[in-house]
């Protein structure tokens, strides 16, 4: 019944800058880590950052000091602020978020259904 709705993604320049958005919707009784993979084509899926319910980050080498996640709790949502893009970050970015739907239930990964990057050289 858990739903994540990704938006933001789109067409950009090189140095150019995206916001995307991941709402959560449906029972959820908390999250607990939220985050942002991305795959571009012939390439793995890879983490590029994730946020932790407390508010502490980790990103990728490649976006640091590039990309910064944040979340709203009383929204559900993650968000991926994205600067300085690079022809290289072209991928479809998801989202996903480890939460509960029940106070008695284990945390399981939740996934969007990924939105597409694309930044023009």
């Known amino acids: 019944q858990v739903q994540l709705l990704e938006s933001g993604g789109g067409l950009v320049q090189a140095g150019g800058s995206l916001r995307l958005s991941c709402a959560a919707s449906?029972?959820?009784?908390?999250?607990?880590?939220m985050g942002w993979y991305r795959q571009a084509p012939g390439k793995q899926r890879e983490l590029v950052a994730t946020?932790?319910?407390?508010?502490?980050?980790n990103y990728a080498d490649s976006v640091k000091g590039r990309f910064t996640i944040s979340r709203d709790n009383a929204k559900n949502t993650v968000y991926l602020q994205m600067k300085s893009l690079k022809p290289e970050d072209t991928a479809v970015y998801y989202c996903?978020?480890?939460?509960?739907?029940?106070?008695?239930?284990?945390?399981?990964?939740?996934w969007g259904q990924g939105t597409q990057v694309t930044v023009s050289s």
């Open positions: 996903y978020m480890d939460l509960l739907i029940s106070a008695r239930a284990w945390l399981r990964a939740y």
């Open positions: 449906g029972s959820i009784y908390s999250i607990n880590t």
């Open positions: 946020i932790t319910s407390g508010g502490s980050t």
